[in-house]
């Protein structure tokens, strides 16, 4: 009875190497959320890194990233105000960046939030750094995002933007500086270049590209 369990179990053992032999592993996963991986949708939005512009959430990028975001509101004394979203350590497919996403609240939103604020800080520069109410910050969870500003780790040179997101409609320099900007409007990208300074992706839909050129174009 024992050797024939052993036997039995021996021919359970070759079987399944065979097995395992003759079948092919499963393919590989290919890498998602890439900054080049862009899709113009069929309403105009375009989504990258799992987020439709203009839909998707700041809890849906809390989700895919799973990463906490750290929200602030900036104020500036021209009046501009932008309520943000920071992810400091993304890794995203194995690239490591860091994020902030733009809500997409009115002008009106945007004034009742900074009049809610809890602690306003004057930075460096001048703005504004103003600390959400309780009530915002929840708020904010549930409000779309309208721009992203990738900030990759890695330093980018014009070959590997040329070969990932193609030729740009056009190149502008940023007067003053050695930063080139590779314009993309059909997607809503601009990609700023440095050999000096960090290289910046921008992501806005489409039909806001234009406001989000207009001071590079002022210039």
Do not use: C
Not at 8 to 18: E, N
Not at 124 to 151: F, H, W
Not at 171 to 195: F, R
């Amino acid at each position: 009875m024992g050797r024939h369990v052993f036997l039995w179990v021996l021919l359970v053992s070759i079987l399944a190497v065979i097995i395992g032999v003759l079948i092919p592993g499963q393919p590989r996963e290919q890498p998602v959320n890439l900054p080049w991986q862009v899709d113009v949708m069929t309403d105009g939005s375009t989504r990258v890194f799992g987020l439709v512009l203009g839909k998707s959430t700041l809890q849906d990028a809390q989700q895919i990233f799973h990463e906490e975001a750290e929200l602030s509101m900036f104020a500036t004394d021209d009046g501009k105000q932008v309520v943000e979203g920071f992810f400091n350590t993304l890794t995203l497919s194995g690239l490591r960046a860091k994020m902030v996403v733009a809500l997409d609240y009115s002008e009106q939103e945007l004034a009742k939030i900074f009049s809610r604020g809890v602690r306003i800080s004057t930075m460096g520069t001048g703005n504004r750094k103003v600390a959400l109410s309780g009530e915002d910050k929840i708020a904010a969870l549930q409000t779309p995002i309208a721009d992203i500003t990738y900030l990759p780790k890695i330093d980018l040179d014009a070959a590997i933007v040329e070969k990932r997101f193609g030729q740009p409609s056009e190149k502008i320099m940023e007067q003053g500086t050695d930063i080139e900007h590779w314009l993309y409007p059909e997607k809503g990208i601009d990609i700023a270049l440095s050999d000096e300074q960090k290289d910046v992706l921008q992501y806005t839909l489409p039909s806001r590209f234009d406001s989000l050129v207009a001071p590079l174009k002022a210039q």
